[in-house]
């Protein structure tokens, strides 16, 4: 069987496959060497047979002009014996008129013993109805047949060059009788031809014999007939001369062509039947059409040795079955009772097919069409494409009642699920996820791997894409409260319950308790989707599912860090346009800050999954030191030399100190105060004298290679001492420095 053509897209999906290239150059180099030898070779022999083809025309040629030399030499010989004859004329037209005679003598007994001819055959028929098993009159009821319409047709013939016409409606009312008895036996002859392979299996070779020999007569006479018929019309002038030899069959009777009619009905019937099983369990399909083989292997077996080998009746078998074969098989991919289960078997049967004929000894190239026209991989992508596109229409389902359900979040007791642990989840998640098992099973169902791995390769799409909407309704929404310049509360408080049950779905895609033996769902689909794929698709799959996994956590620290940025841009919007204003040194805004911050720890401590609560913290302590240290641009923000702006910052460090200090998660708390740390260069950038703080910048700047030169203006304008100068050296050293890039700090989010 030919292996489908495969497309260079499909083997370099991925910058790994690179690698391949001169391994896949290599094999392509030894296909293109063993095509072009096969091509050679099919070439020489094709040169070949036009060359044999061509002499045996130029030596028919010959043979034709020859004959036809020779008919104008008897032609010639002919005109001149008149010449050499004496009396030649007279006695002509004594042979003539003896001829004459003998014709109508003889044409006057067949006439007169014609009804009773039809008697007798009509008596033999008749014994065949009774003995249709074995039918032993059926030679010499076709003998007499035939030679009854030899008699007809001659009959007709001479009326019919008469010069009166109106005898031939009365000839033809009185052979009536012949063409009921031709019918009869046409009928007999019909039953046998949709018998044969039942015959055959019964081992009634008698029958099927003298089957074979009246069809030989038959065709050999319609190819008289065809063969005078063309004579006739291109050598109208001599044939006329010759009409002696037009005695016999005047028509075609096409009982070979009746031969083979009867083959192809006896095999549709079969699919007639063959469909309707296939269709009530398509699964049987090798079953519902074992006949077939059997039909060709009894045609191999027990009728080629019945038939003229010039038949070639088991190729002829083959190609007829064959044709009705792919009839079949079209019929059902594109008929209207076509779906997804009978496709997965007309898929797959093209090779089982194919070996099975191999088998009979006939190899696939000698049976045209290819059984599906060479479909397969159209009809996998359709039914690939089928599994998808369910898919599709169920993710976007689910993803469009997600998307009611936050519009409407704001119902009474809230429109969320909760876990058995109690932490807050969506309510769709499970059906997504169980949904997706069905259709790996769907794919499975075909039992084909570029099935099962496309399908795979969508899921994994899908499973991103559904990342990035969940991320893209979520922000779209914050954003209406971040920009909005009044606050409005309306649906804040259940937002963050979304991003919190959102944040939950993410750890729940992707925590395993080995120790329980319970996974989570992204474990779970690997292992539903690995002993289906091949291992060359697996190690790259095995990428795609830790993508999946980064995406996930990702996405959960999204839900965390933009939960954090809410409660400071709404919660603490009020207060932090305070921070290092005049209003700022009389007042405590840290301390309400991680007090109101206090109180959303203790809120969402036992809804929100345990692994995220260190991750919010920690979130929020970065934010509120980004927010605290970008304040420095707040209007009205000023450090004044005789104020006690120092201690005022001490204050506030010691505040949120006290407060990261008091976690539950020690860790957590010193990686927050590592990071607040940075509040000592800060403070040096206020607080030292002019001449110094180029140095300040610089040391900075070495320990914070991301630090925006921006805020550091911004930071230098708040002094109260500031002038143009300060900013001008600081930029000088920036200028001198060779700075060492390394991982982000926090400095890097200051703009």
């Known amino acids: 069987m030919d292996v489908p053509a495969v497309k260079l897209s499909e083997l ?32 020489r022999e094709q040169l070949e047979t036009a060359q044999s083809g061509m002499h045996g025309l130029t030596d028919g040629q010959k043979a034709v002009n020859s004959v036809k030399e020779e008919m104008m030499k008897i032609d010639k010989i002919s005109s001149e014996s008149q010449n050499m004859i004496k009396d030649f004329a007279t006695i002509n037209l004594v042979s003539q008129a003896h001829r004459s005679f003998s014709a109508v003598e003889t044409m006057r007994k067949n006439i007169e013993t014609f009804n009773d001819r039809l008697d007798a055959i009509e008596n033999m028929l008749k014994q065949d109805d009774a003995d249709p098993t074995n039918m032993p009159n059926l030679l010499p009821v076709h003998y007499e047949l035939t030679q009854l319409r030899n008699i007809r047709d001659d009959a007709i013939d001479q009326i019919s060059r008469g010069d009166d016409p109106s005898f031939q409606s009365t000839l033809e009312e009185y052979f009536n009788r012949l063409d009921e008895a031709i019918d009869w036996f046409d009928e007999h002859i019909g039953i046998i031809a949709m018998s044969l392979l039942t015959l055959v299996t019964s081992e009634n070779n008698g029958l099927v014999t003298r089957f074979a020999l009246i069809i030989e007569a038959e065709e050999k006479s319609d190819q008289r007939v065809l063969a005078l018929q063309e004579a006739l019309k291109d050598h109208k002038e001599i044939a006329t001369r ?6 016999g069959a005047k028509t075609v009777r096409g009982y070979k062509d009746k031969f083979l009619q009867a083959i192809k009905a006896y095999c549709d019937a079969q699919f007639a039947e063959s469909k309707q099983q296939f269709l009530d369990d398509p699964a049987k399909l090798e079953k519902h059409v074992r006949w077939y083989f059997n039909d060709l292997n009894a045609v191999r077996l027990g009728m080629v040795p019945l038939m003229p080998k010039k038949w070639k009746i088991f190729k002829t078998y083959c190609d007829t079955y064959h044709e009705s074969m792919h009839d079949f098989l079209i019929e059902l991919v594109d008929g209207p009772e076509s779906n997804s289960a009978n496709t997965l078997e007309i898929i797959s049967w093209p090779e089982k097919y194919y070996k099975k004929m191999g088998k009979l000894g006939t190899k696939q190239e000698d049976l045209t069409p290819h059984v599906i026209d060479s479909r397969e991989q159209e009809l996998v992508r359709d039914f690939r494409n089928l599994i998808i596109k369910f898919l599709d229409e169920w993710i976007d389902r689910i993803f469009k009642q997600e998307k009611k359900d936050f519009a409407e979040r704001n119902v009474e007791g809230g429109n969320l699920d909760a876990d058995e642990y109690g932490y807050f989840r969506t309510k769709n998640l499970v059906d997504m996820w169980r ?31 559904r990342q990035q909407s969940w991320q893209r309704m979520l922000e779209e929404e914050a954003a209406k409260y971040e920009t909005s310049k009044e606050v409005e509360m309306d649906g804040f408080q259940s937002l963050q319950d979304w991003l919190v049950a959102a944040a939950n779905d993410q750890i729940a895609c992707i925590d395993d308790n080995e120790e329980e033996n319970r996974f989570a769902y992204l474990s779970d689909f690997k292992q539903k989707f690995e002993p289906l794929v091949s291992e060359q698709y697996m190690e790259r799959a095995e990428g795609d599912v830790a993508a999946l996994r980064d995406g996930y956590v990702d996405f959960s620290t999204w839900c965390m860090s933009k939960f954090a940025q809410l409660i400071i841009t709404v919660d603490f919007k009020a207060v932090m346009i305070e921070v290092f204003t005049p209003k700022w040194y009389t007042g405590t805004v840290m301390g309400r800050m991680i007090a109101t911050f206090e109180d959303y720890v203790a809120d969402y401590k036992q809804v929100l999954h345990h692994s995220l609560i260190d991750i919010f913290i920690e979130i929020f302590g970065e934010e509120l030191l980004v927010r605290y240290l970008g304040s420095v641009r707040n209007k009205g923000a000023k450090f004044k030399r005789a104020d006690q702006y120092q201690d005022k910052i001490f204050d506030d460090l010691k505040t949120a100190f006290d407060f990261f200090s008091n976690l539950p998660n020690p860790d957590v708390g010193n990686a927050i105060k590592e990071t607040w740390r940075v509040t000592e260069p800060f403070l040096q950038l206020l607080s030292v004298d002019k001449d110094a703080i180029p140095d300040a910048f610089e040391q900075f700047k070495t320990s914070y290679w991301d630090l925006q030169i921006s805020w550091v203006e911004a930071v230098l304008r708040s002094r109260d001492d500031f002038e143009r100068s300060m900013l001008n050296a600081v930029k000088a050293r920036a200028a001198q420095m060779e700075v060492v890039r390394g991982p982000d700090t926090i400095m890097g989010k200051i703009k």
């Open 12 to 43: 370099l999906r991925h910058p790994d496959d690179l690698d391949k290239l001169l391994g896949l150059k290599q094999e392509f180099s030894r296909k293109k060497t063993a095509v072009d030898s096969q091509l050679r070779g099919g070439m």
């Open 242 to 247: 010759f009409q002696s030899i037009t005695d």
């Open 435 to 465: 949904m997706i098992r069905e259709q790996i099973d769907a794919a499975a169902n075909s039992k084909r791997a570029d099935v099962i791995e496309g399908v795979i390769d969508a899921m994994f799409l899908r499973l991103r894409g």
